[in-house]
């Protein structure tokens, strides 16, 4: 119990001298590429909504300082019709 094999190592891994031809090992870097690949599209993805927000918070705030410089005025001039 608790005995290694002769083709793994401690942390359940096996080396890549193991294989024939280093597919693994060939495996191994094409998906590291693609999960990188994934990783930044990822971050761009993000980055584009958090502007979007960012764009949106700003409209948002200008449109609720119009809004409350007009209510603003709306009170004072309806106060005047008496």
Do not use: W
């Not at 094409?30 to 930044?40: D, G, L």
Request: hydrophobic residues 25%.
């Amino acid at each position: 119990m608790g005995a290694l094999s002769d083709t793994q190592t401690p942390g359940g891994k096996r080396e890549a001298s193991d294989y024939v031809g280093g597919k693994t090992v060939e495996r191994r870097q094409k998906r590291m590429i693609k999960n990188r690949e994934s990783a930044a599209r990822s971050r761009a993805r993000k980055q584009a909504y958090t502007n979007e927000l960012e764009n949106k918070v700003s409209r948002l705030e200008e449109e609720n300082k119009m809004l409350k410089k007009h209510r603003f005025r709306l009170r004072r001039t309806s106060s005047a019709l008496f």
